[in-house]
């Protein structure tokens, strides 16, 4: 406090001192020099004084908040309006329902639909797998790192970089908590023996294998199934894990994952593919002027006659085919034990959906990947 009225007071001063200064008319040459040095005090103080006053908004937002329930009710009342689902129709029958029990029904046999993987060609496996160059292989130090036993340090760093306030899985157990407990010593043979369990053999507490999900409108027809996000809430224990081999496995995996691939690619810019498709643009729309200008010219003929092409797979994470990126890591080298933990948390899943505050019964999650939290998403990449 002394502090602060200390700075309120210089402030005070060296106004008043400016304002003289301005005044002064009979030495308004040497006063100029001086009155450079006057503005920077002042312009360092109020800089100080308004940090000070930024904490104090902010502290006392944390102790008292947002307190008007009119606000908190509008708040509720939007967020509830654009998270229910009023109707949904039925894709076998095209009938629109708008009961509880139907709507669970149609989204129940939409994902169990989603969820069930189709027959692999293998022959189409096979020529995709042996094309994959041979270089393209962890060394055995790599594949050491990969299966390092995981330690109660290495667990509360990662914890620490896990984004705060996320939604907790079906135990209500957030990540706030999980550190606490992590951090609690009696408990850290136990975690250490269950990580590990799950990391080099394959056994992981039947937990990790149940979800919700939330279904996320985006847009279109808002009674079409096709036109929900699904995003799984999981425990917090099994996102810790999943984050701590998602980034064991991008810190090796950079040189088989291919260079046109920059999304969740830690050192690569997704927005590199935003500019190349600008500047295939750019060039395409030249030699289509240059083109019109010579329409005419019997003897012109055109530079090439390459298309441009956007593919984009439909439910990319969630069509992802457990056998196929089993092989694909086995082609890549990975740690057999490793893989025979993903395959486990990939290939077990029992999903409950969300809708309007009701559970559906449970749905197997065959294939895919899970979406919202920390998933394996690498693995995508190294599908790709």
């Known amino acids: 406090m002394e502090d602060l009225n200390w700075r309120k007071q210089q402030l005070h001063r060296l106004l008043s001192k400016r304002n003289k200064m301005m005044r002064h008319k009979k030495t308004r040459g040497l006063v100029l020099q001086g009155l450079d040095m006057v503005n920077q005090h002042i312009q360092s103080l109020q800089h100080s004084l308004a940090e000070i006053e930024i904490l104090k908004a902010g502290k006392f937002w944390r102790e008292h908040g947002e307190k008007s329930p ?19 129709r039925n894709l076998t029958t095209g009938d629109l329902c708008q009961d509880q029990p139907s709507i669970s029904n149609i989204a129940t046999n939409f994902y169990t639909s989603l969820f069930t993987p189709e027959a692999l060609d293998s022959t189409a496996l096979s ?37 705060r ?41 039947p937990s990790w294998n149940e979800s919700v999900m939330c279904l996320l409108y985006k847009k279109g027809d808002p009674t079409d199934m096709k036109n929900y996000r699904p995003l799984s809430l999981a425990n917090s224990d099994y996102k810790l894990f999943t984050r701590n081999v998602n980034r064991r496995i991008m810190e090796v995996s950079s040189n088989l994952i291919s260079r046109q691939q920059l999304g ?5 810019f997704i927005a590199e593919n935003g500019m190349i498709c600008q500047l295939l643009m750019e060039d395409a729309q030249r030699k289509w002027s240059i083109a019109e200008q010579q329409e005419n010219n019997p003897t012109f003929s055109t530079l090439d006659s390459d298309i441009g092409l956007l593919l984009d797979q439909e439910k990319a994470y969630d069509r992802v085919n457990l056998e196929y990126l089993t092989k694909v890591l086995r082609k890549f080298g990975f740690p057999r034990p490793l893989i025979k933990c993903i395959s486990k948390l ?39």
């Open 70 to 88: 009119g606000f908190l009710k509008r708040s509720m009342v939007s967020r509830e309006n654009r998270r229910s689902i009023v109707e949904l």
């Open 127 to 163: 020529v995709i797998i042996r094309n994959i160059p041979g270089h393209l292989k962890l060394n055995s130090d790599q594949q050491e790192s990969l299966m390092m036993p995981i330690d109660v340090e290495e667990l509360l760093t990662d914890s620490k970089q896990t984004r």
């Open 165 to 205: 306030l996320s939604s907790p899985g079906p135990d209500g157990l957030p990540y706030e908590i999980l550190y606490l407990v992590m951090k609690f010593p009696p408990f850290h043979d136990l975690i250490q023996l269950v990580y590990n369990e799950a990391l080099k053999k394959g056994k992981s507490p």
């Open 264 to 268: 969740f690619i830690p050192g690569r």
């Open 346 to 384: 990939m290939g077990d899943n029992l999903i409950r959906i969300n809708i309007n505050g009701h559970l559906s019964t449970e749905v197997a999650k065959l294939r895919g990947l899970k979406q919202g939290g920390s998933s394996l998403s690498c693995t995508v990449q190294l599908g790709i």
